[in-house]
T-cell receptor, first 112, second 114 residues
Framework: NAGVTQTPKFRILKIGQSMTLQCTQD?????MYWYRQDPGMGLKLIYY???????DKGEVPNGYNVSRSTTEDFPLRLELAAPSQTSVYFC???????????FGPGTRLTVL | GDSVTQMEGPVTLSEEAFLTINCTYT??????LFWYVQYPGEGLQLLLK?????DKGSNKGFEATYRKETTSFHLEKGSVQVSDSAVYFC?????????????FGSGTRLQVQP
């Protein structure tokens, strides 16, 4: 049972480049989330999804897009990378919003 | 709205010292409460949880009691080890429409010295 997996683990982008952060969970959870964690800070919610085909904005959605075509996958897209998007990105899932969330290992992104 | 307040860190302790990390919350109703731990270079893991008032969550020697009267969920451990060095987050789930994510505290970094 792999839980929540994320790829890549590390990435360096140039300003203006695009990339997709992948997230997959094998627990059949309906709820999935993307967070960013800046150095020495807590987590901020970027986007979340309550099921396949349904997504909504979190606290800091600007510069990002998501899709949810299957229960398992919840990719995060950065279209025009900016230095302000340098951060560690975590994907998480839960069976219900009031239940614990299971986190992936994170993707460390640097935009230069 | 919902909020979580944690004591600021870093907290630096010697091995075998007693640990308390304070957490208070503001929420509508009586949500479950969680403590997550983040070891260096890793994602967050659930450390313990409590689902109702007066519940005590415990795991790996850590404990926290859900205090409705003081809206608190302080994390304690009687004797810390170097391996407990990590960042600890208090969190509560949404209580309104259920369509949003956990509300996290700002995190408290614990450093345990041998």
């Amino acid at each position: 049972n792999a839980g929540v997996t994320q790829t890549p683990k590390f990435r360096i982008l140039k300003i203006g480049q695009s990339m997709t952060l992948q997230c997959t969970q094998d627990m059949n959870h309906n709820y999935m989330y993307w967070y960013r964690q800046d150095p020495g800070m807590g987590l901020k919610l970027i986007y979340y999804s309550v099921g396949a085909g349904i997504t909504d904005k979190g606290e800091v959605p600007n510069g990002y897009n998501v899709s949810r075509s299957t229960t398992e996958d919840f990719p995060l897209r950065l279209e025009l990378a900016a230095p302000s998007q340098t951060s560690v990105y975590f994907c998480a899932s839960s069976s219900r919003p009031g239940n614990e969330q299971f986190f992936g290992p994170g993707t460390r992104l640097t935009v230069l | 709205g919902d909020s979580v307040t944690q004591m600021e860190g870093p907290v630096t302790l010697s091995e075998e010292a007693f640990l308390t990390i304070n957490c208070t919350y503001t929420a509508t109703g009586y949500p479950s409460l969680f403590w997550y731990v983040q070891y260096p270079g890793e994602g967050l893991q659930l450390l313990l949880k409590a689902t109702k008032a007066d519940d005590k969550g415990s795991n790996k020697g850590f404990e926290a009691t859900y205090r409705k009267e003081t809206t608190s969920f302080h994390l304690e451990k009687g004797s810390v080890q170097v391996s407990d060095s990590a960042v600890y987050f208090c969190a509560l789930p949404p209580m309104d429409t259920g369509r949003r994510a956990l509300t996290f505290g700002s995190g408290t970094r614990l450093q345990v010295q041998p």
